[in-house]
């Protein structure tokens, strides 16, 4: 037990950043799915099970209107794809962590893969055992804030109309980020321009479908091009 209590004192203080950002994102989460309608049950088991972040957010959407289970795993797939790039550069890390190896995959998030990939823990500390632990604080900073924010919004009567914003805020942001780190934008346009176009063809309510194919059908074009 004392060895597991000094991989938790080595592991918080990385983690603390992801503390800060799960907490406010957690919370606006857990506001939005309470005024939806959603008690602090679901939303608990939301956040502890799916852990999916911007894919929960974008989850609200599906949980509130008609279910169309092919639109929501491609949306789910094109929100969370990188995921899968993450897994294949943690095959080698994560080679040795016996029974640890499922939760350290299902709880590998951006932010966790950040602190893993950035901190090489001393050799004092047991390696499979900091990468659990840094796994499982960031999970549980997403889930405290998550059950806050349902607390809050059972508590406060405020008024949560445009809340809903949030996402497409968090998506911005998100896309602003990645294009100042990008050195080649021609996908992040490729996207743009797809969506517009789409957007302008088939209406708000049945572009993202035609556009996400747009856009897998351009970008593999290009990359044949390239290879050429």
């Known amino acids: 037990m004392k060895n597991h209590f000094q991989v938790i004192k080595t592991a918080f203080p990385h983690t603390i950043p992801v503390l800060t950002g799960f907490s406010f994102l957690g919370i606006a989460y857990g506001i939005l799915m309470n005024s939806k309608g959603y008690g602090i049950g679901w939303i608990f088991l939301m956040s502890f099970i799916a852990f999916a972040g911007s894919a929960q957010y974008v989850a609200i959407f599906f949980l509130t209107s008609v279910f169309n289970p092919i639109y929501a ?25 016996g029974r640890l ?46 059950v806050i924010g349902g607390l809050i919004g059972n508590m406060l009567l405020i008024n949560t109309t445009g809340l809903d914003f949030v996402l497409t805020a968090l998506f911005v942001v998100i896309f602003v980020s990645q294009w100042k780190k990008a050195s080649n934008r021609k996908p992040a346009l490729i996207g743009i321009i797809s969506s517009v176009l789409c957007l302008y063809i088939f209406g708000p309510d049945h572009f993202i479908l035609p556009s996400m194919l747009l856009i897998l059908i351009t970008l593999s074009m290009t990359k044949k091009e390239r290879a050429l």
Request: aromatic share 20%; with cysteine.
């Open 101 to 146: 190896k499922p939760y350290l995959i299902f709880g590998l998030c951006d932010e966790t893969f950040s602190i893993l990939c950035a901190i090489d823990p001393p050799e004092s500390v047991d390696r499979k055992w900091f990468y659990f632990y840094v796994t499982l604080l960031d999970h549980s900073y997403w889930v405290m804030g998550s």
């Open 73 to 97: 795993l491609l949306v789910t797939l094109m929100v969370n794809a990188r995921h899968i790039f993450y897994g294949l550069s943690f095959l080698d890390k994560y080679e040795n962590t």
